[in-house]
Structures are given as C-alpha cells and as structure tokens.
C-alpha cells in the first residue's frame, strides 16, 4: 500500500490529538499487606468474597483459545497467518503447541493485524496476553490508526512505526 500525503497528515492529526504523557503520581498506588484480608481492607462481606471467587474461578478463554478461535473463523491457514504476520515457523509452531505461551505485546499485535481483527476484537486479543493499548505510546496510536481505518498492510504500518522511530512488527 503507498501511503499518500492525506493519509499520512491524518495520522499525525491523530498522534497529536490522542498522544499523552502519563506522569507518575505515587498518591495513586495502593499499598496493601498481603498477609492482611482484602475482603476486611475494602469492606467485602462474606457472600461477596465468595463471589469475586467464583468470578476468579469463572475465567475466560486465555490468549492461546481466543488466537486459534480467530484462526480457525479467518478461514485462513496457519502457514498464511504466521507467513502474513511475519512470524517463522519455529515460533508459531511453539505458540500453537504451548496453551501456556505467553506472546510480546508486538507478537501480539502482528497477529492481531495478520488476521485483520477490528479494534476491538484486537483490544480484546490484547487483553488476553493481559496489553492493552496505552495513549501513552507512539507506536501503539499508530497501529491502532491503522487498525481503525482497516488498514492491514504490515509493511506500511512498519513503514509509518519506523518514521516514528518506533518499534516493527513482526
């Protein structure tokens, strides 16, 4: 895909308008003693601890299910999602044997575009490997620019990240 001069100024419109400096701000952090009752700390009667563990209990697919459930409704093969995402073989094959595989947040996302997931679908592929997106991040407005406009060429997002001097894909 070349990207023209509109789609280019549309994407720093986007990067000036969405892009914020998070600051740190100690007063946020809760400090809490683990050997103390969180259900005491916060004011949780006994029905209601008995609920957040059902609802711990009650966990959702994890990132490998929700992946290989994308996948298998792509129509498309393994060989083209990894070849698209710019993933090898090797490393594919060790996240589709291992239920446990724990992806980096750009393996993630190159997957997420592989698939050409919109961004919700994507946001909640993200969750599963427990990312997000953060305003925070050049590189991560930018692949969600592209994600938003159905853009799913890896090549020009790299493209685009690498102007930024932000980390590629895949």
């Known amino acids: 895909m070349l990207l023209d001069r509109s789609f280019k100024t549309k994407l720093n419109a986007y990067i000036v308008k969405n892009y914020t400096e998070l600051c740190r701000d100690d007063d946020q952090y809760l400090m809490w003693d683990a050997g103390e009752s969180l259900s005491k700390d916060v004011g949780l009667t006994n029905n209601e601890s008995l609920d957040l563990k059902s609802l711990i209990d009650e966990v959702g697919d ?27 073989r090797k490393l594919f094959s060790k996240i589709r ?54 853009v799913y060429d890896r090549m020009a997002i790299n493209f685009m990240l690498d102007e930024y001097g932000q980390p590629i894909l895949g």
């Open 62 to 88: 994890t990132f490998h299910d929700k992946l290989f459930q994308y996948i298998d409704n792509s129509g498309m093969t393994d060989v083209e999602i990894y070849k698209k995402a710019g993933l090898d």
């Open 97 to 150: 044997s291992n239920p446990a595989y724990h992806p980096g947040k750009n393996i993630a996302l190159a997957l997420a575009i592989a698939l050409e997931l919109d961004i919700n679908e994507t946001n909640d592929l993200l969750s599963r490997a427990e990312y997000a997106f953060s305003p925070s991040n050049k590189g991560d407005l930018i692949i969600k620019f592209f994600i938003e406009h159905k």
